[in-house]
């Protein structure tokens, strides 16, 4: 968006660095100027200075400095074009723009005026929730019990939902009005257009976006019920995968600390402000992504990411790390903190006490060795073939880090572990990022190297054709034969059955898995749009460990899990009208099509092969955690008895999973 700068002079003339300064830091007069203490650096004596006269800020302890524009940019974390959006806005100004056309710009204003009209929505909710707080013994109990002060409650904006289907009929007294079901409020009944509140009968946490607006709400019960924890849908103002909770109010936190701190609830984040850490944030019902933590460098350098220490725990550190290799410049930290399985941020802080939680934050995991443990993930580095493929598995992580001093120190600590030089390395990974995009015309494609759900393996001809037919690999894959030197196909009557005429003779060739992965999340993704109620029997762990299966998987049981919340069980007929141009439509489609997709058997068989194939795919995950420690038991005495302790683990599940043959 290119805006001309005669309309940025216009608009700095037009609006008051005061005002805008005064949102967010109090200010008093002091001679000709406003003095207040510096949003940007922590500091008992104020040294921050507003001047209406020149329109500028300046702190004389840290040296910030700017106008109206930069200072929301550098304080509510938004961008330029955000900034500028943000000021016209409040004096009524438009914004040009000469790459946009009349026809755009006007849905452009209709869309920001829809966005501040749901938001003024959602801040009148928002203030009858806490009406309601003070008025409920209930809900107030809940939040002492888990230590939350009033002045966190106040500051947070903490609430309740009262029982009742409707009781935001006493605040909206258009209940009808399509503003709150579009605010995500109310929920609208597709057979009979029946209207009723999304929360009831739940502590409610307010999510505000970078200006302090209410976009959203997350709602925990007080009791058993299920689901525990219910978010606000995806609407024009809220998008889960942008937005973090708490970040509003941590803001100055960011600074004074020197840090973020990411946790996986707003649970977290309200009692670790309570325990003397208000500098966390949370995601909001889903993983890390790149947007998240592009937004946390705007404010901070350092992002330390807290998980559990569990296998569900260790994925969602996975996928942060995916969403951060990016943004990992020389300049900023990105660590990981794993706590034990038993504990969360709030109850290990009131186990051991803030200063150790202190320590472990220091200490976390600093970005780089955890790349080297997730390429190393179930890889023998004492072996050649382990050693290849971290190779493999290191090259898209590494390839994502920019260019700098940290992913060139990378390559050759890369190197140095699979035993090769760094140069050697670095040829090796270009070779096969050249090879990507296609190859060079007139030769075969290589056999795909994963297992298509139904089809055979890489290594093994088509089903149907024991002898082989004309399946032949690349001529360029290096299986040569004779001594002439030159690749041959692989054909019917050739080498592949004249070389080893006796059985014995031919090499041991290891067994394949009988139940691809693949195919193992494709029969849970077909029982579970078969019988979406079978989703209310899982436990959180359950429903972790299918949320985190590789795409496309993982976000199809994330979107299946959304609706469960939002709307109940649905039958499949529902749900595919739902899924109509959804990333997940291919998939959801392909598994529940063909005689395949026919779920035979009584609910109590569905239920239980639903529960087998979770306790392999926990098992998986138990090993490569198990393959990790074996690594780690060098340097740390913790690790056999971690080892040990998920040991047990996986022979319980195993009592009830066999081994795979």
């Known amino acids: 968006m290119s805006i001309p700068q005669s309309f940025i002079q216009e608009l700095l003339a037009r609006v008051d660095v005061v005002d805008i300064v005064g949102r967010y830091v109090q200010l008093k007069k002091g001679g000709a100027n406003f003095m207040g203490l510096c949003p940007f650096h922590g500091e008992k004596s104020p040294s921050f200075s507003v001047s209406p006269s020149k329109q500028f800020y300046h702190c004389f302890g840290c040296g910030k400095n700017g106008n109206a524009i930069s200072f929301l940019m550098e304080h509510a974390g938004m961008g330029f074009v955000e900034a500028v959006q943000d000021l016209a806005q409040q004096v009524g100004l438009q914004v040009p723009d000469d790459d946009v056309s009349p026809q755009e710009r006007e849905r452009a204003a209709a869309q920001r005026q829809k966005q501040a009209t749901l938001t003024d929505v959602l801040e009148k909710a928002g203030e009858a929730y806490r009406k309601h707080l003070r008025e409920s013994p209930r809900a107030v109990a809940y939040f002492k019990g888990r230590g939350v002060s009033g002045a966190i409650a106040k500051r947070y904006g903490l609430g309740y939902a009262p029982e009742g289907w409707r009781s935001l009929a006493s605040v909206f007294p258009e209940y009808d009005s399509p503003l709150l079901h579009e605010s995500g409020l109310v929920i609208v009944n597709e057979e009979d257009g029946k209207r009723y509140d999304r929360f009831r009968d739940r502590v409610m946490f307010p999510i505000r976006n970078v200006k302090g607006e209410c976009i959203g709400f997350g709602g925990r019960v007080l009791g058993d019920d299920k689901p525990k924890y219910l978010n606000s849908p995806e609407t024009p103002v809220f998008h889960k995968g942008r937005e973090l909770y708490g970040l509003f109010e941590a803001r100055t936190a960011l ?78 930290s990105v660590k990981f903190l794993f706590l034990p399985a038993e504990h969360d941020p709030d109850s290990f802080i009131r186990a051991h006490g803030t200063d150790a939680f202190a320590r472990h934050v220091r ?100 089903r149907g054709d024991p002898q082989g037919g004309d399946w032949a690999p690349a001529r360029d894959e290096g299986f040569s034969h004779g001594t002439g030197g030159g690749a041959k196909p692989w054909r019917k009557g050739g080498d592949w059955k004249g070389r080893w005429r006796n059985r014995d003779e031919r090499p041991p060739q290891p067994r394949l898995p009988s139940t691809p992965a693949a195919g193992r999340c494709d029969h849970a993704a077909r029982l579970l749009l078969s019988h979406m109620e079978f989703l209310e029997e899982l436990s959180h762990e359950d429903h972790a460990t299918l949320c985190a299966q590789p795409a496309p998987h993982g976000p199809l049981f994330t979107w299946l899990e959304g609706q469960w919340h939002e709307q109940g069980p649905l039958a499949w007929a529902v749900l595919r009208e739902s899924l109509r141009e959804h990333d997940c439509e291919s998939l959801a489609v392909r598994v529940m099509t063909g005689s395949h997709a026919q779920t035979e058997g009584d609910a109590a068989e569905l239920r239980a092969e639903l529960r087998d194939l979770l306790d392999r795919m926990l098992i998986e995950d138990i090993k490569r955690q198990q393959n990790l420690l074996i690594l780690q038991a060098a340097r740390d005495p913790q690790a056999l008895a971690q080892y040990r302790v998920l040991e047990q683990r996986r022979q319980a599940l195993q009592g009830i999973a066999p081994r795979q043959p």
């Open 255 to 332: 600074r004074e600390h020197g840090y973020v701190l990411v946790t996986e609830g707003y649970m977290d984040v309200v009692a670790l402000a309570q325990l003397g850490f208000p500098n966390a944030v949370a995601t909001l019902g889903t993983a890390c992504t790149p947007d998240h933590v592009h937004k946390l460098f705007r404010f901070t350098d350092t992002v330390v990411f807290s998980f559990d220490g569990d296998a569900a725990g260790r994925r969602a550190a996975r996928k942060a790390l995916d969403g951060a290799l990016p943004y990992a410049t020389d300049t900023r």
């Open 363 to 462: 200490d976390a995991l600093p970005l780089s060795r955890f790349l080297v443990e997730a390429a190393s993930e179930a890889c023998d580095l004492g072996q050649t073939e382990g050693r290849a493929r971290m190779a493999a598995n290191a090259r898209p992580l590494w390839s994502a880090l920019p260019d700098g001093a940290l992913k060139r120190q990378l390559l050759g600590e890369l190197a140095e572990l699979a035993q090769l030089g760094a140069s050697d390395l670095s040829d090796l990974w270009s070779h096969a990022a050249a090879q990507e995009p296609g190859r060079p015309a007139g030769r075969a494609a290589a056999p795909p190297p994963s297992v298509q759900p139904g089809g055979p393996a890489a290594d093994e001809p088509p």
